[in-house]
């Protein structure tokens, strides 16, 4: 079955960076465009930056362009989301995400807190 699992959310100060990683399994990863969510308390869930199939096409939130950096490794498969410059409002939880068919696929979720 498809499995999202991210790691590498923490506690960091702001202008800190941090580096999330989602691996992924149960279909052809590299076939398919990832995401990364966000969701912080009291707001909806928001599109940060997406990666497409091999040739890596990326779009990012204007809130994170800049700052942030999605990359894929498709003989891991794995998804990234480089972190720099971290601000207050960066604070969420960070989720990977695809689509397959009709349907949607989530991971956990990792907490990213930024604040000193």
């Known amino acids: 079955q498809v499995q999202l699992v991210e790691s590498g959310g923490g506690l960091v100060p702001p202008g800190g960076s941090l580096r999330l990683s989602c691996a992924a399994s149960?279909?052809?990863?590299?076939?398919?465009?990832m995401n990364w969510y966000r969701q912080a308390p009291g707001k909806e869930r928001e599109l940060v930056a997406a990666?497409?199939?091999?040739?890596?096409?990326?779009n990012y939130a204007d809130s994170v362009k800049g700052r942030f950096t999605i990359s894929r490794d498709n003989s891991k498969n794995t998804v990234y989301l480089q972190m720099n410059s971290l601000k207050p409002e960066d604070t969420a939880v960070y989720y990977c995400?695809?689509?397959?068919?009709?349907?949607?696929?989530w991971g956990q979720g990792t907490q990213v807190t930024v604040s000193s």
């Open positions: 149960g279909f052809t990863f590299s076939r398919l465009v």
């Open positions: 995400n695809t689509r397959i068919s009709l349907g949607s696929y």
């Open positions: 990666i497409t199939r091999p040739g890596g096409t990326t």
